[in-house]
């Protein structure tokens, strides 16, 4: 089992960059840890994956370019630079951690509180 802590969030005007953390309770190697947000009143929707090597990332055609997902597997985190910031980015973002590669929340079995983040116009 791990337990995942976000922090980051906040808010910043449209065309800023926020990076988001993700602090797992232990090694997360094994994992596939995903990022995920869910805007009020819409579903949760993936944004980004990346494999606890790091040697696999995925994106979201919504985020493509202008977010990266990395990690620091010594510090056990897990990052999400957010770059170009749209309004239509506000939502919680959760981190989360899956023992497969996919895009569907239901794959992952851990998550994190989640942290907000607001894009202003």
């Known amino acids: 089992q791990v337990q995942l802590v976000e922090s980051g969030g906040g808010l910043v005007q449209a065309g800023g960059s926020l990076r988001l953390s993700c602090l797992a309770s232990g090694s997360f190697s094994r994992y596939v840890m995903g990022w995920f947000r869910q805007a009020p009143g819409k579903e949760r929707e993936f944004v980004a994956a990346?494999?606890?090597?790091?040697?696999?990332?995925h994106y979201s055609d919504s985020v493509k370019g202008r977010f990266f997902v990395s990690t620091n597997n010594a510090k056990n985190t897990v990052y999400l630079q957010m770059n170009s910031l749209k309004p239509e980015d506000t939502a919680d973002y959760y981190c989360a951690a899956s023992l497969i590669l996919g895009t569907s929340a239901p794959q992952y079995d851990y998550w994190g509180q989640g942290t907000q983040v607001t894009v202003s116009s």
């Open positions: 990346v494999t606890g090597s790091a040697e696999i990332t």
